[in-house]
């Protein structure tokens, strides 16, 4: 599980760091979560084929994290995709970014779905043999989603030592593989298990974008792997936080250690500060393992 950060601060782009945008690999899936100003450039700095996003999860309508969509959905028509892309993102997503093809003459030549969301209750919106998608609601100035990514348990692998000792023949290693047992000649059944190896722990990311101190959140979260929580403010700006609905680095660190999760990742932050170094520094006072997003920092779990 690779998670790569195009852009982690908060409001405006400025001349060193972009507003939110990140990209999962999970599963075989390339992912993109938000899509600020500057996206598709720092998809091509990090040498990310355009290609191969089929499905992009909107968190909410504020600027800094969707205004990229309408330049990459657009680049992408240039460069002439013909498969479907996905967007996943709050109502009235559709309506935005088609407005903009229409004024500009500028549909695009490949299917452009769009799931529009509206639930204040976690669902489930993407569901394949690999991984599953289910939305975090989260309290923002307006309608605004988190997304929890989970993968599915993989095939067992098969442990071609303990075959060839029971004499198993080859032909025999996919239905294995299959989960099935097997019955030797002589009568005797091999148990599946003793013939291969558990699956990797299937892996989960939750993104948690814009939002105030929310304590349920751990519910939802609880065991997750890495936890993406923005920290737009430190505890100095608390009451700030509160006003605009953000969330500090200290409550974020509350929230992994009521959730129990692996990993901590902030990010969102705000750029009144003169080191992102002060957030890490705040939360660990709370949460041990903590990392610090950054434009063009690549995390593999």
């Not at 330049?71 to 992408?76: L, M």
């Amino acid at each position: 599980m690779r998670l790569t950060i195009l852009g982690c601060y908060a409001a405006t782009p400025r001349t060193l760091t972009n507003p939110t945008a990140q990209v999962l690999e999970i599963k075989g899936h390339v992912i993109l979560i938000d899509c600020g100003e500057g996206t598709q450039v720092e998809l091509r700095r990090r040498k990310v084929k355009f290609s191969r996003i089929n499905h992009i999860f909107i968190s909410h309508l504020h600027g800094d994290h969707f205004f990229g969509l309408p330049g990459f959905i657009s680049t992408i028509r240039l460069l002439g995709r013909e498969k479907e892309l996905h967007i996943y993102g709050p109502k009235g997503i559709k309506e935005a970014i088609t407005l903009l093809l229409k004024l500009g003459d500028s549909w695009t030549n490949y299917p452009l779905l769009f799931h529009e969301l509206s639930s204040k209750e976690p669902e489930l919106i993407f569901d394949d043999k690999k991984i599953s998608v289910t939305t975090i609601p989260l309290d923002h100035r307006i309608y605004t989603n988190g997304f929890l990514f989970q993968e599915k348990e993989g095939k067992r692998k098969l442990n071609i030592e303990a075959a060839q000792n029971y004499g198993i023949d080859k032909a025999y290693f996919q239905n294995i593989k299959n989960g099935k047992d097997v019955t030797l000649d002589n009568g005797k059944s091999i148990a599946n298990k003793e013939l291969t190896f558990d699956p990797p722990k299937p892996k989960s990311y939750a993104f948690c974008s814009d939002t105030v101190y929310d304590a349920t959140l751990s519910a939802q979260l609880k065991d997750v792997d890495v936890l993406y929580h923005e920290s737009t403010f430190l505890e100095s700006e608390s009451e700030l936080a509160a006003k605009t609905k953000h969330s500090t680095a200290l409550q974020a660190a509350e929230i992994a250690k009521a959730s129990n999760v692996k990993y901590l990742l902030l990010g969102h932050y705000s750029t009144r500060y003169k080191s992102i170094e002060l957030f890490k520094e705040e939360a660990t006072t709370v949460f041990s393992n903590v990392l610090l997003t950054d434009d063009g920092r690549t995390f593999d779990f």
